[in-house]
């Protein structure tokens, strides 16, 4: 892998904030030199995504070394030194040698465990592919409990509706669904055809497309669309009715 050096150190010492950060006591991590005593080096850690620069101190300005947290596990191990809390970060790759680092503590090590653990790209395409699954199960949790409340509250209601359907001259289904709406024979007015009586009104509309002029928000947008826009062409063919109507007496008034 080719990384830009100038662009990575930019990027360390900007202002982006860090999802973790610490001292850590190392054995070999790129770019920090060894120490003789066998001790490992202490170093000031900071993680970016899924970036681990290493600096001299916490006042650093420049890194000394940069890993790549991808393709790779975090596992505890053991300290050369007593009393560190020691873990490693193994690579997959052949002739990688894993990198060991310690914490001063059992809590940071935990800490800094679960960050490197959770800082791979592979890591969090994982975490969105589980969220999308628990999403698609909420949304279909939810149909069904709407689905479910729809039907009961049709049984509450299909009596009071179905009398006052007839009275309008509609009859409901037993099973009060949208399609059991249909116009009782003798209804219509008479010398208009369907297309004609289907233009009244948005009831109608919805009515001869098979669908409940009561709850008109059920529907898909384009159908709210040409429901409402029924109203609109009415309005619109009536002024130009009247508009062509009232042209012929304008024409005698200007006339000598």
């Not at 170093?43 to 995504?49: E, P």
């Not at 009859?171 to 059991?180: E, Y």
Request: charged letters at 20%; a neutral charge.
């Amino acid at each position: 892998m080719k990384l830009n050096e100038r662009s990575v150190a930019h990027y360390a010492l900007s202002n982006s904030p860090a999802d973790h950060m610490g001292f850590l006591r190392t054995w070999g991590v790129p770019g920090t030199p060894p120490n003789p005593s066998g001790t490992g080096r202490r170093c000031w850690f900071v993680l970016k995504g899924n970036l681990l620069f290493s600096f001299e101190s916490r006042e650093g300005r420049a890194p000394l070394g940069l890993v790549v947290l991808e393709g790779c596990t975090v596992e505890l191990a053991e300290a050369p030194v007593p009393e560190e809390f020691a873990f490693t970060i193994c690579f997959n790759a052949p002739g990688v040698r894993p990198y060991l680092l310690a914490a001063d503590g059992p809590a940071a090590q935990e800490a800094w465990v679960k960050a490197l653990s959770r800082a791979s790209f592979g890591y969090m395409r994982l975490v969105v592919r589980e969220l999308e699954n628990q999403l698609q199960d909420a949304r279909q949790n939810l149909a069904l409990h709407r689905h479910s409340s729809w039907k009961s509250r049709c049984k509450t209601q299909a009596p009071d509706q179905l009398s006052r359907g007839l009275e309008n001259g509609y009859s409901l289904s037993r099973d009060c669904s949208p399609m059991g709406l249909v116009e009782v024979g003798g209804s219509r007015p008479a010398g208009r055809s369907l297309a004609e009586s289907e233009l009244q009104g948005p009831a109608s509309f919805l009515l001869g497309r098979g669908q409940s002029p009561v709850s008109p928000e059920t529907s898909c947008f384009s159908t709210l669309h040409d429901w409402y826009g029924q109203q609109i062409l009415e309005l619109r063919r009536g002024w130009l009715q009247r508009a062509q109507g009232s042209q012929p007496k304008c024409e005698e008034q200007d006339r000598p």
